[in-house]
């Protein structure tokens, strides 16, 4: 069981906006601003799109952005393209000097 | 631009030690201003850290690892490792290393290494 929860799945159809969440407590994402999100395609490396919360890895399309309220991220794609189908992974900081990953979320575009 | 590269045997007997190599490339390991990190994927499931380093020797390991963990450097080589002990089939996965910032992103990804544990 990962330390910070994730939906399993999302999905959504080219051109609209989805949102993946990302909960965990008050000793991760709600204590600290150091939450990152991932994008993985399969038989692939994880590749770094959001940093700190909310700022876009360099080259990341502006479809993409991050946020947090109280001890849940989220990470918004908008603008759904066929390209952005792949796994997505939040992780966080956490009190212990620990970092912690969210369990995935598999993105479907229709 | 820094790169990462894992290489180790991609096959380990159960209860004996996986041991695996992150040679690091156009970068210094030997940085102020990063954390060495090694992560893991189980077939069909999610991202797992397993530890890090920091330059000076500091390590921090998960804590259900800890006990079979040890994370190193060797800074004339510009190479990080790991070495996992008592592996049973559960510790199969494609394991990655990393380079991860002071504020936790991990922004430099190895392509990742396949370890399978059976006899």
């Known amino acids: 069981q990962s330390a910070l929860t994730q939906p399993a799945s999302v999905s959504g159809s080219p051109g609209q906006s989805i949102t993946i969440s990302c909960t965990g407590t008050?000793?991760?994402?709600?204590?600290?601003?150091?939450v990152s999100w991932y994008q993985q395609h399969p038989g692939k490396a994880p590749k770094l799109m959001i940093y700190?919360?909310?700022d876009r890895s360099s080259g990341v399309s502006n479809r993409f952005s991050g946020s947090k309220s109280g001890n849940t991220a989220s990470l918004t794609i908008s603008g759904l393209q066929a390209e952005d189908e792949a796994d997505y992974y939040c992780t966080s900081y956490r009190s212990d000097s620990f970092v912690v990953f969210g369990g995935g979320t598999k993105l479907t575009v229709l | 631009q820094v790169q990462l590269q894992e290489s180790g045997p991609g096959l380990v007997k159960p209860s004996e030690t996986l041991s695996l190599t992150c040679t690091v490339s156009d970068g210094s390991i030997n940085s102020d201003t990063s954390y060495w990190i090694w992560m893991r994927q189980p077939p069909g499931k999610g991202l797992e850290c397993i530890g890090y380093i920091y330059y000076s020797g500091i390590t921090n390991y998960h804590p259900s690892l800890k006990s079979r963990v040890t994370i190193s450097l060797d800074t004339s080589k510009n190479q990080f490792s790991l070495s996992l002990s008592s592996v049973t089939a559960a510790d199969t996965a494609v394991y990655y290393c990393?380079?991860?910032?002071?504020?936790?992103?991990?922004?430099?990804w190895g392509k990742g290494t396949t370890v399978t544990v059976s006899s």
């Open positions: 990393g380079r991860m910032s002071l504020t936790y992103y991990i922004d430099v």
């Open positions: 008050s000793r991760d994402i709600g204590g600290y601003n150091y």
């Open positions: 700190e919360v909310s």
